[in-house]
């Protein structure tokens, strides 16, 4: 397996949590950096968060203070916690990994799994 899986999207009321899970290989977790990207309705694919191998965090300034991003490079797997959802974090989310030095961006993306936040 190359490619980036997520898992643990779903429908939550405002105000809620949901976790989301990114497995992948080996490779990926002893190398790169990874990150989420989130694509809501019409609008462009944005960051959320990102991490680097051993740790250092971004996040975007929207979701500061109620994400959450972690690594387990043992286990091969990346989380985000999302509390205190929003309608706007409405979203199909992306699991990515490697940067892309190229193109600034990743060199490996996942399929993305759907949040939907509605009340």
């Known amino acids: 397996q190359v490619q980036p899986v997520e898992s643990g999207g779903g429908s939550v009321l405002p105000g809620g949590s949901l976790k989301l899970s990114c497995t992948a290989s080996a490779t990926i977790f002893a190398n790169c950096a990874m990150a989420w990207y989130r694509q809501g309705p019409g609008k462009k694919r944005e960051m959320v968060s990102r991490?680097?191998?051993?740790?250092?965090?971004n996040y975007a300034d929207s979701v500061k203070g109620r994400f959450t991003i972690s690594r387990n490079n043992t286990w091969q797997i990346l989380y985000l916690q999302m509390n205190s959802l929003k309608i706007e974090d409405t979203a199909v989310y992306y699991c990515?990994?490697?940067?892309?030095?190229?193109?600034?961006?990743?060199?490996?993306w996942g399929q993305g799994t759907q949040v939907t936040v509605a009340s």
């Open positions: 990515a990994a490697c940067d892309d030095l190229a193109s600034g961006g990743y060199q490996y």
């Open positions: 991490i680097g191998l051993y740790g250092p965090r």
